[in-house]
T-cell receptor, first 115, second 110 residues
């Protein structure tokens, strides 16, 4: 099973709402990632979890709060977002934690719209 | 200077031709290089990874790496309309960090 799942597929939320994005993988991967992708732009790294510990936070605003409950699950908690946060949020996982391979497998993404 | 550079295209090729996609990167210490395919509205899909200089072939795809020139390319032989997508070059630029280029949009004309 080489699948990363994400829920929900679409999310519309107001600026005062609190919501969560969920990601799950059952490939035994030890690193998991959150990316943000705007239209016609490449994915931008937000967070990296390695062995369930946050290892990279790319200076993401605190209105985004990641959580890794276990090695298969990754959540992204959202609070007081701005309209410019509207984007495709991608979760990815990779089998190895270290060189030479960082082959990442992406989930289908959550299309987020902030109104 | 951008870390990973690609021509955004579109690159148009006729069906059956070879599509050549190019990418340059700035970090000489990079060790891992990837090509992802992304259809419109979908998530990126890993199609090739390459770690050493030279060519790596997988079916109709060939990745080429030249670390001295800081250049990586993807050749798609016998291009099909279903290959029409954006191709993202990605480079491992630090511990656990992979940087993506802007992507080249490929259009295969039937």
């Amino acid at each position: 099973d080489t699948e990363v799942t994400q829920t929900p597929k679409h999310l519309v939320m107001g600026m005062t709402n609190k919501k969560s994005l969920k990601c799950e993988q059952h490939m035994g991967h030890r690193a998991m990632y959150w990316y943000k992708q705007k239209a016609k732009k490449p994915p931008e790294l937000m967070f990296v979890y390695s062995y369930e510990k946050l290892s990279i936070n790319e200076s993401v605003p605190s209105r985004f709060s990641p959580e890794c409950p276990n090695s298969s699950l990754l959540n992204l908690h959202l609070h007081a977002l701005q309209p410019e946060d509207s984007a495709l949020y991608l979760c990815a996982s990779s089998p190895r934690d270290g060189a030479p391979s960082y082959e990442q497998y992406f989930g289908p993404g959550t299309r987020l719209t902030v109104t | 200077q951008k870390e990973v550079e690609q021509n955004s295209g579109p690159l148009s090729v006729p069906e059956g031709a070879i599509a050549s996609l190019n990418c340059t990167y700035s970090d000489r210490g990079s060790q891992s290089f990837f090509w992802y395919r992304q259809y419109s509205g979908k998530s990126p899909e890993l199609i090739m990874s390459i770690y050493s200089n030279g060519d790596k072939e997988d079916g109709r795809f060939t990745a080429q790496l030249n670390k001295a020139s800081q250049y990586v390319s993807l050749l798609i032989r016998d291009s099909q309309p279903s290959d029409s997508a954006t191709y993202l070059c990605a480079v491992q630029g630090g511990y656990q960090k992979v940087t993506f280029g802007i992507g080249t949009k490929l259009q295969v004309i039937p």
